[in-house]
């Protein structure tokens, strides 16, 4: 059965940080939102497959975060770890409406 | 069809090694099944030495993860031990009671370290070198105690005692024979090897055997048959290993010393296979990695019905993990009367390397000082090479390209991480790599000990060929190939300000660089134009963008300024009301007399600072941290110059400077050093007339002891020596290089010569000064933008319901 989508609203636009990651909580989630260099909204969890590092307060390359923790690198894209270590964390779809930024989640 | 059942008895590197052969030969035909006594997933046990010796921290050595366990939907029952096999019925049977059918069984059980049967081994503080629990155990002793014996002057008793040493205990290192590691060097090497650690501060007893350890409860020494003895308050046997048959014995595994296998691993009794540590094969147990990948490989396809000509045996070779030392041994290594051999002995440059040839053969090498031809060597062996090979080898280039062709594809190269040639040609082939770091980053190989970095490097000069570049100057980062003088040439040369524009305009491969450029780069910027840079942020690692340090589950830790360490009881009412406002999980006194309270959200760390209202410690930073300061000739009876004092001018002259990583100072009023200045980046030591500044100490990771750089008369003489001596490491060290590796690869006599020069002197104090002019207090800095408040500190929470 296809899941139910709720859309949340989490920031303005205009007031999220550029190439610095945001740390929101939303209905038990935690999530760490990024505005890259080109404008795009990503969101993912908020924590590191490996010891649960906070990516939020990761650096910033391109589509990838390196976590404040170890180091290990993750797309913020698809969440996927790059190597050579392996793993991933859970990835949000994203809408913006005009200046709103909406997470997708799913109904709980 | 049911899928069949594995069960692997031992989570180690053997077992899991197969289970990983297995999941790619055949990824759906099995439900595997793992049992392992100790409670953690399956970590790199070789690296157990350099968590010791503090390279590397425990929760890195993890091979595979929990998460890797449960993706490849493996059955993981960890600190749970296999008691008995039913082999009739083909069941196991656990301490907790638990009984699994299998339909094939592998056993790699390891090996348990051999404790002398000494009286007094049970007493406490006796313990082996195994795993990770004796790790920890070592560590936690190293807190309490000073004094460590080892029992063992082979590989494990040495890396240990190295280890024992860099956390701060006295080593005595007590071996039966007449040199160290007889079993792979000769006596030439082990002498050599003996005089190197003797520098490193190891003491040896050489030709003893013990015969008791004394003590009530707690060990208080080691006696030995010639009467003598030695105090201890810790005693680490490493004389050796047995392989850990008991349980397979008891359940009726034909057995000798190891378990028997034949060359597919099987043992006698039919679906039961073992491998690793507890094997036999061929009347020849092993005790190092490589050989167990080996045989991990051939089972796997055994086990998958895969075509194989199994296991043949390895030839072995080891190598020394000490940092200073390197040594290589493989194969045969004591001449006898059918052996010649080939000898380099340089002692000057102490490089001693001794090949052995049997029949024109080689058979064996002894490499000491300069190891880079270990694993050619080791291949030559394996395919049963002429020694002219060998030789003509040293002359040509080309040969060792045929050498590199020769080898098989599944051939390990990485023996510690299990990487095979042609997972590296591959990768260098599908992935346009060209460097050892970048093959390193892909592969994992040559990530662990560092031994087959030659190796790489060969592999990666037959699949490039004229590309490839063999002297490759260290770049600094994978996303660039220049080292970190051409980058700082080229920003001077073309005048370059920020470092999305250093990164464009000298072609970085990645657009945004990553987090090892991000950072050196912003420092280089700043360093060379103080006053016009703008700081970025976001190449920042997060506790300096925070001016907090961010701790292991989140929070935050806070460390305000006591200048010289000294503060009053208004300031300390002030913490405490802080601390309880914020309810701060613990205050600690840090190891540079600062307080440090830890445990605080990053939302709340705006408004702690102004209610503090105290300057930033930056604790965190990669600049001055503390000053410690001595008591001095107000108060101590020795002391002979207001260390105090001068340990606060210097904190309040050097505070908030950027430097290429962290710098420790100190200062004491006599020549007892109670701050402890010898393991600083800048120790001050007063004497009655006059200052001595000692340089590049380190007590952390590396351990190094400061060098004298000057002798001064004044306190001012004192704040512009170190200002010179920071202003030159601040524009010559690689960014992340500590003083102390610094001193060491320029030298002090250098250093010495730079600031001798009065010109130059100046010129670094005027730059010194520049670079000063523009520093701000972090956290009021903070508190006073909005922006920053915003962008940096908020979290947002959204409530629950909202749409
Ligand atoms: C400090 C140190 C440094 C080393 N350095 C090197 C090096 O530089 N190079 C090198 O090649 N080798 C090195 N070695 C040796 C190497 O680690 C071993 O050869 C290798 O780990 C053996 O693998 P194994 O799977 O056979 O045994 P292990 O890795 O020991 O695995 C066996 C596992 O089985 C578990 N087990 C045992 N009995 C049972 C049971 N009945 N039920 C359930 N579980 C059980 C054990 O708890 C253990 O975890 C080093 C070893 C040590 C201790
Ligand atoms: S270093 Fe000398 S002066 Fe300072 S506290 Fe120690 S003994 Fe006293
Ligand atoms: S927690 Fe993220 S890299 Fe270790």
């Known amino acids: 059965m296809e899941k139910l989508l709720n859309k949340i609203f989490v920031a303005k636009v205009n007031e999220l940080p550029e190439k610095l990651g945001r740390t929101v909580h939303v209905h038990g989630l935690e999530l760490a939102i990024f505005k890259l260099v080109d404008g795009d909204i990503r969101v993912i969890e908020n924590r590191c497959p490996h010891k649960g590092g906070v990516l939020a307060e990761g650096m910033i390359s391109g589509e990838h975060v390196f976590c404040p923790m170890h180091d290990w690198k993750i797309s913020v894209v698809d969440g996927k770890v790059q190597k050579p270590d392996i793993g991933c964390v859970q990835t949000f779809e994203v809408k913006v409406e005009k200046d709103n930024v909406y997470v997708m989640l799913p109904e709980k | ?803």
Request: aromatic share 6%.
């Open chain 2, 1 to 803: 069809m049911r899928k069949q059942k594995l069960v692997l008895v031992g989570n180690g590197m053997a077992g899991i090694r197969a289970i990983e052969e297995i999941l790619k030969l055949s990824p759906h035909q099995f439900d595997i099944t793992v049992f392992g006594s100790e409670p953690y997933p399956n970590y790199n046990r070789i690296e157990l030495s350099k968590v010791l010796q503090g390279d590397t921290e425990i929760d890195d050595i993890t091979l595979n993860n929990w998460q890797w366990y449960e993706e490849n939907e493996i059955l993981l029952y960890p600190g749970e031990t296999v008691t008995a096999i039913d082999k009739d019925n083909q069941t196991v049977f656990t301490d907790k009671e638990r009984q699994v059918d299998y339909d094939k069984l592998i056993i790699a059980t390891g090996s348990v370290p051999f404790m002398l049967p000494l009286p007094g081994v049970d007493k406490d503080g006796v313990t082996a070198f195994r795993d990770i629990k004796d790790c920890e155990q070592m560590i936690e002793t190293s807190d309490q105690y000073k004094k460590a014996v080892v029992i063992g002057g082979g590989l494990l008793g040495l890396e240990a005692a190295r280890g024992l040493l860099n956390l701060g205990m006295q080593v005595d290192v007590v071996h039966i024979a007449d040199y160290l590691m007889e079993r792979q060097l000769d006596k030439t090497a082990g002498k050599m090897l003996q005089k190197e650690l003797e520098n490193q501060g190891m003491n040896f007893l050489l030709n003893k055997q013990s015969v008791k350890i004394t003590g009530r409860n707690r060990v208080k020494g080691l006696k030995f048959k010639d009467g003598g003895e030695v105090k201890a308050d810790l005693v680490v046997m490493a004389v050796g290993i047995k392989p850990n048959i008991s349980m397979a014995k008891e359940s009726g595994v034909p057995v000798n010393r190891g378990i028997i296998v034949n060359d597919y691993l099987e043992t006698e009794v039919p679906n039961i296979f073992a491998v690793g540590e507890c094997a036999e094969h061929r009347e020849m147990v092993y005790g190092l990695v490589a050989p167990l990948y080996q045989q991990a490989q051939q089972m796997a396809k055994r086990i998958c019905n895969v075509d194989c000509d199994g296991y043949k045996g390895s030839v072995l070779s080891t190598q020394l993990k000490v940092s200073g030392v390197d040594v290589f041994s493989t194969g045969k290594i004591i001449e006898d009367k059918h052996t010649k051999s080939l000898k380099v002995f340089d002692e000057w440059r102490g490089v001693y390397q001794k090949v052995l040839v049997e029949e024109g053969k080689i058979t064996g090498a002894v490499l000491y000082g300069d190891t880079k031809d270990g694993n050619r060597l080791l291949s030559l062996i394996n395919k049963g090479a002429m020694i002219e090979e060998y030789t003509d080898n040293k002359r040509s280039e080309e040969t060792g390209n045929d050498l590199i062709a020769s080898m098989p594809e599944e051939e390990i190269i990485c023996g510690c991480n299990g990487v095979t040639k042609g997972t590296i040609i591959e990768a260098i082939n599908n992935q346009d790599l060209t460097t050892v770091e970048q093959v390193k980053g892909c592969t994992n190989a040559s990530r662990s000990c560092g031994g087959c970095k030659s190796l790489v490097s060969d592999l990666l000069e037959y699949a490039l060929g004229d590309q490839y570049d063999q002297n490759q100057k260290e770049s600094i980062c994978t996303c660039s190939t220049l080292s970190r003088d051409e980058v700082i040439e080229e920003i001077k040369l073309k005048e370059l300000t920020h470092t999305r524009e250093v990164m464009n305009v000298l072609g970085w491969t990645s657009e945004e660089g990553c987090s090892k450029c991000k950072p050196a780069l912003n420092y280089y910027l700043g360093m060379l134009n103080p006053t016009e840079y703008k700081d970025e942020r976001e190449s920042r690692f997060v506790n300096e963008r925070l001016h907090a340090n961010i701790q292991n589950n989140g929070t935050y830790s806070v460390v305000p300024r006591m200048y010289g360490g000294v503060t009053n009881a208004e300031d300390l009412r002030r913490i405490a009301d802080v601390a309880d406002k914020y309810e701060v999980k613990m205050i600690k006194v840090t190891g540079g007399q600062r307080l440090d309270l830890l445990g605080v959200q990053k939302g709340d760390l705006p408004s702690m600072w102004s209610e503090l209202d105290m300057p930033s410690g930056s604790a965190y930073a990669k600049g001055l941290r503390t000053v410690k300061t001595c008591v001095g000739a107000d108060f101590c009876r020795f002391g002979t110059q207001d260390s105090i004092g001068l340990g606060v001018q210097m904190e309040k002259k050097f505070e908030g400077l950027n430097t290429p990583h962290k710098v420790k100072m100190s200062v004491s009023a006599c020549p007892r050093n109670c701050a402890e200045g010898s393991v600083k980046d800048v120790g001050v030591i007063g004497l009655d007339g006059e200052f001595e500044l000692y340089v590049g100490g380190n007590g952390g990771t590396h351990m190094r002891k400061a060098e004298l750089l000057a002798k001064v008369k004044t306190e001012a003489e004192v704040l512009n020596t170190t200002a010179a001596f920071l202003q030159y490491y601040r524009e010559n060290a690689s960014y992340l290089e500590r003083t102390s590796a610094w001193v060491e690869r320029v030298g002090i006599e250098h250093i010495q010569n730079v600031l001798s020069n009065k010109k130059t002197f100046i010129d670094l104090n005027q730059r010194m000064d520049e670079a000063l002019s523009v520093v701000q207090d972090p956290w009021k800095e903070a508190i006073k933008s909005e922006t920053l408040l915003r962008d940096l500190y908020e979290n947002v929470k959204v409530p629950a319901g909202s749409n």
